[in-house]
């Protein structure tokens, strides 16, 4: 066999041992383990939120998900996404400030939605499916009487972190979409500061004026 044959037939072998390991269960479950913690975490954070209801005081509720969400969440990619290219032009300073208020709101949306009122439970479903290099994890919320509502995280791996960048609710319905639409004009009109205010005021009233 000649050199360049034997280099062929070894990185051959290498190739199929690398596949081989790839498709060893025990890695896949890890694997699997490792997309899944972040909205197992969210998960049982929510729950923790639901089950206090409103009878804790939203501010206290507001301190339990944050840093679940700021963990959960890859907060200032999905900002640039919602933001688009314009984002970049932004001072700094306004970037951090505006990332501030965008994860406030998203902590907030959380709360007021998940208060209790409705009996709900999340259920994190097992099985991952690839889109491109991302994995998309998919729940359902669980209601008393009304028919289960799926949501869906599409997980992105940065230097071995997996974290949300979107959600899609229904299966299909991409939050950072409906949040680009939203947020465009406000944008247009009066850039950063006019969004940061536009958040600012949300956060208050989804607190009920707890938050300001």
Wanted: no cysteine; net charge positive.
């Amino acid at each position: 066999m000649t050199h360049r044959l034997a280099r062929r037939a070894a990185l051959r072998l290498s190739l199929a041992a690398l596949a081989g390991l790839a498709a060893w269960p025990g890695l896949a479950q890890a694997a699997d383990a490792a997309v899944l913690a972040p909205i197992r975490a969210l998960n049982e954070a929510l729950a923790a939120v639901i089950k206090s209801g409103k009878a804790t005081p939203f501010p206290e509720r507001f301190a339990t998900l944050s840093p679940v969400v700021r963990q959960s969440f890859d907060l200032p990619t999905i900002l640039r996404l919602v933001v688009g290219t314009r984002f970049a032009g932004f001072p700094p300073e306004l970037q951090m400030a505006l990332l501030e208020e965008f994860h406030r709101f998203t902590v907030a949306s959380y709360v007021a939605n998940f208060d209790g009122s409705s009996s709900e439970k999340l259920e994190l479903l097992p099985e991952t499916r690839p889109v491109g290099a991302d994995q998309v994890v998919r729940t359902r919320i669980i209601f008393s009487k009304d028919d289960p509502v799926r949501v869906d995280y599409v997980m992105h791996n940065e230097d071995g972190t997996w974290r949300a960048v979107d959600v899609l609710l229904d299966g299909s319905i991409s939050r950072v979409a409906v949040q680009r639409s939203d947020f465009r004009r406000l944008l247009e009109t009066g850039g950063a500061p006019a969004l940061i205010v536009s958040l600012r005021k949300k956060v208050a009233d989804l607190s009920g004026g707890t938050m300001q």
